[in-house]
C-alpha cells in the first residue's frame, strides 16, 4: 500500500487536463503514442465532439521511481457542473489532486470550486502551471496568483506543458514524493467506495472503486450499503488501458467490479461495498442521492411513438441512473415523459442520445426547476412541483419555494459592471466581491437557480466578450413571488407552455413571449391569437396575420418532379411540429422562453 498513489486532476474547462493525462500515461509507458488517439480518457463519440469529460474513469500506472515500484492511480473527473457530485465521489477516493491552471487563461471559477472540494476531502494539492509553451503564458503573475489562492510557496507551482511535455518527467516524480499514500487497515472488514459505474452491454454495470479498508476478491459475496442488494463478484480487476482482471484488489487500490447487474439505479456512485460474510460496521461517509435539478417534458410527435419512447427511456437509464421520468399527459401534446436532468448539459445528452441512439422524434418542452408549494392549510406539508401546469391555485396557497444557488463568477474588473447588472437582472443577491489582481475579480451571488437554466450563460459569454467564467453549487430552497403565467394559442391553453415566473418580470416575460411565439409560428391561413394569462387575466397579446401559403405556386407549368420535391420538403418541415387546435406549433416554439433575448 506505501507505495500507491492515488490521485485526480482538476482544472477548469480546456485548462489541459486530457491532453496532460495522456502526456502522463504516454511517459509511464501505459499506452504507446499510437494507442493515443487524439485523447484516451474521453471515449465516448459524444465527448469527443464536445471535448469534455462527460463520465469519470480512472486508469493504473506502472512508475520506478529510484529503483522502487510505484502504481499511480489517475481518476479522471467530469468537468461539468451538472456532475459535480460525481467529481465529489472521485475526488474523495484520492489522497492528491493536480490542480492545473491555464498559464494564459489564469484561475477561473471552475478552478477555485473544485479546489475548495480537493481541500474539504484532506487532498494535497500539487499545482501546476500548464501550456507554458504558450507565447501568451503569463507565468509569473499566474503564479502569484496559485500562490495567493493556495497558500503555498514560489517553487511549490510546477511548470508544464501537457503538449511539448515539457515538467511531465519532473512532476511524475513529485506525484509519489508530495502526494501521500492511502491509508486504511487491510485486515478490516471491506469498505470500498464506488466513484464511478459504467455500462457495458455484455457485462452489465462496471463499478468502479477505491479500496479505502479490507480487500475484495474475485468470486466473494458482496453487499451494497445503499440499495442493500447482494451480488456475487464475478470479476475484480485493476484499470490499465484495458481491464486487468485480478484474484484480489488489495486495499488503497482502485479497481473495477463486475457482477452481472443490470440497472444502473443499482450501483450508485458514494455507496459502499462491503463483504456479505463479515460486513463493515457502516458505509464510508459522504453518500447522497443525485436528485435531478431540472426538468423538462418529452413527447413524441407522433402519439403512437408513446411506448417506443418509453422503451428508449428505459434503455438509456439503464446506463444513465441520473435520468428519472414518469409518464404524463398535456392537453396540448398528448401522452409523454416528465425527465428530470442533472442539468442543462445533462438534458441536451438525452435528448441528443433518444435522437442519435434510438431515432426518436421527440417535442421537448421549456424546462424549469423543481419548487415546493405549501398550502395554507396547517399543519404545513410541501408538495413537490416538478411541472408548472402543476402549480396550485393561488386562493389556497400559501407560498411556493425554489431552489438558489450560490454561483460564482470570476471576470475582468472592466466587465464587473455589466456582470452585475446581469446578475441583479437575474434576481441575484451579491455576497462577496473580491479582487484577486487588479485586473480580475471574483464575484459571489446568491441567485435562483432557475434564472440560470434560462439564457444565462449564453449573456454573461456576450457581456463580458468571453472574459468571465462561472460555477455554482446549490444551497437550498427559499420562498419567492412566483406567479404562474399561461399561454394561449387562438384561446386554447397551451399547458405545455406554462410557466412560473417572477411577479415583477410577469408584464415584461408575457410581452416578450408572446412576440417570439409570433416569431416562432409560422403563419397559417387564418388569423392567430397568442395571449400570455395570469389565471384570467390577459397580460399580453399578439396576432400573427393569415398568409395563404402554395409552395407549388412558383413552379408553373409541368416540372411536376420539381413540385414533389417541394411538398416532399414541406412535409419534412412538418415532422417537427405539433398541432394545437387548428394551429401548427414547430418544436422551436417550446422553448421560446429560452430565447427570449435573442
Ligand atoms: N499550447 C498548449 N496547448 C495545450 C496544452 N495542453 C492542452 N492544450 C490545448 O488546450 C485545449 C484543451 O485541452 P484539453 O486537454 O482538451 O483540456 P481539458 O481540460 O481536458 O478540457 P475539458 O475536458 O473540456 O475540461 C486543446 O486544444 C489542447 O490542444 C499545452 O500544454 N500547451
Redesign the pocket.
Known sequence: MKNIRNFCII?H????????ADRLLEYTNTVTQRELQS?TL?DMDLEKER???IKSHAIQMDYEYKGEKFILNLIDTP?HVDFSYEVSRSIAACEGALLIVDAAQSIQAQTISNLYLALENDLTIIPIL??I??PSANPEEVTDEIMNLIGCEYEDVLR?????GEGVHHLLEQIVERIPAPVGDPNAPLQALIFDSVYNPFRGIEAYFKVVNGSISKNEKIKFFATGKEYGADEVGTLKLKQVPKKTVECGDVGYLVSGIKDAREVKVGDTITSFEKPAAGPIEGFEEVKPMVFAGIYPIDSEDFEELRFSLEKLRLNDASLVFEPESSAALGFGFRCGFLGMLHMEIVQERLDREFNMNVITTVPNVSYFGYSKKEPEVPILINNPSEMMDPSIMDRVEEPFIKASIITKSDFVGSVMTLCIEKRGEIVNQSYLTSERVELIFNMPLAEVVFDFYDRLKSISKGYASFDYHPIGFRASKLVKMDILINGDMVDALSSLIHDSNAYHIGKKMCEKLRELIPRQQFDIAVQAALGTKVIARETIKALRKDVTAKCYGGDISRKRKLLEKQKEGKKKMKQIGRVEVPQSAFMAVLKLND
Open positions: 482544472a474547462i480546456d485548462h489541459g487536463k486530457s491532453t496532460l485523447q474521453d471535448g469534455i469529460t468537468g500548464n501550456k509553451d504558450l508544464v506543458s501537457g503538449k511539448t
